[in-house]
């Protein structure tokens, strides 16, 4: 509330400085070639997942065909990103950080692939450039969970997001970095830039996981009265991107909001949430998805 006056507006400026000004240390006895080479693949994979998010009409680096399997795969560098970081500190906090690490994201990415089964099969495309175009219709109010499958798409909504606070380690499963029980987790032994790689890491992740959601079930960059301007029109690109980014920080904001309300579970809890729960119920929506599909489209 101090740093620069006004309510602490500067204090992230400050922050930032600081661990660009920080000393980089190299423990001792720590893998230098994992050591340094962590940080760098778990910000590339976040960063490499913006290529394929649709923001606005004609803003988007690259559409492809199966962007949301480029997405997933890319996704998953992180969690070996996160290995590497814990077993090359040499540090045994970090490396039991990096092993609930391991076994979170073995166990959460299959209910979150699975919950992104539903809108793949309504839509019919795994591009997320295809399936937000596909939601255009109602005065720009055509979003998967006001469809017609709505009974399918709210709940694998509420899923994918459950599966992604667990998959980037978000509370209450943030169990690889517990400081009460870890110190820091797989980071303990990280100061200055390279610190900051882990924690830019995880907001970036947040954004992305956040944007598909809007991309498969929100509506992407669509919103009420869209179809009013002209195709044409020079704002509709902005305003696409204005109501993308709101509804992709708003999920954002939900994500922070849980790690404000909700305690730290216990690793076993984890585990017995993911897979005796999360992953039958992830399996009975897609069956229930591809049966609604399969009725829709007979005769």
């Known amino acids: 509330m101090r740093t620069g006056g006004w309510h602490g507006w500067s204090q992230t400026l400050a922050d930032a ?3 660009l000004t920080k000393e980089d240390i190299l423990p001792s006895g720590a893998d230098p070639v994992l050591f340094r080479l ?3 693949l778990v910000m590339g994979s976040a960063l490499a997942m913006f290529a394929v998010l649709p923001f606005a009409p004609g803003i988007q680096f690259a559409d492809l065909d199966l962007g949301i399997y480029f997405l997933l795969a890319i996704a998953s560098l992180t969690t070996i990103g996160v290995i590497m970081a814990g077993w090359g500190s040499n540090n045994k906090w970090s490396l039991y950080g990096a092993m609930r690490g ?3 994201a073995a166990s959460y990415e299959i209910p979150l692939a699975l ?3 539903p809108p793949i099969l309504h839509f019919g495309t795994f591009s997320l450039l295809n399936a937000t175009e596909q939601q255009s219709g109602w005065g720009g109010m055509g979003w998967y969970v006001f469809s017609d499958a709505f009974w399918v798409a709210i709940p694998s909504f509420f899923l994918f997001l459950t599966a992604s606070l667990a998959e980037n380690r978000r509370a209450p499963f943030d169990l690889p970095e ?4 870890l110190v820091a987790g797989f980071h303990t032994e990280y100061s200055g ?3 900051a790689f882990f924690f830019l890491e995880e907001y970036a992740a947040m954004f992305a996981t956040s944007a598909v959601a809007t991309a498969y079930w929100l509506g ?3 919103f009420p009265g869209m179809t009013l301007l002209a195709e044409g029109s020079a704002w509709l690109p902005w305003l696409g991107a204005l109501a993308f980014l709101l509804k992709a920080m708003f999920l ?3 994500m922070i909001w849980v790690r404000w309300t909700l305690p730290r579970l216990r690793i076993d809890q984890v585990m017995t949430l993911g897979w005796k729960y999360l992953t039958p119920l992830a399996l009975g929506l897609m069956v229930a998805a591809a049966g609604w599909e399969a009725w829709r489209a007979m005769p």
């Open 220 to 222: 992407g960059w669509n």
């Open 252 to 254: 954002v904001c939900v």
């Open 178 to 181: 517990s400081e009460s029980e």
């Open 102 to 104: 391991a076994a979170q």
């Open 38 to 40: 962590a940080p760098a």
């Open 17 to 19: 400085i600081k661990l």
């Open 193 to 195: 830039l390279r610190f």
């Open 115 to 117: 919950s992104l089964i």
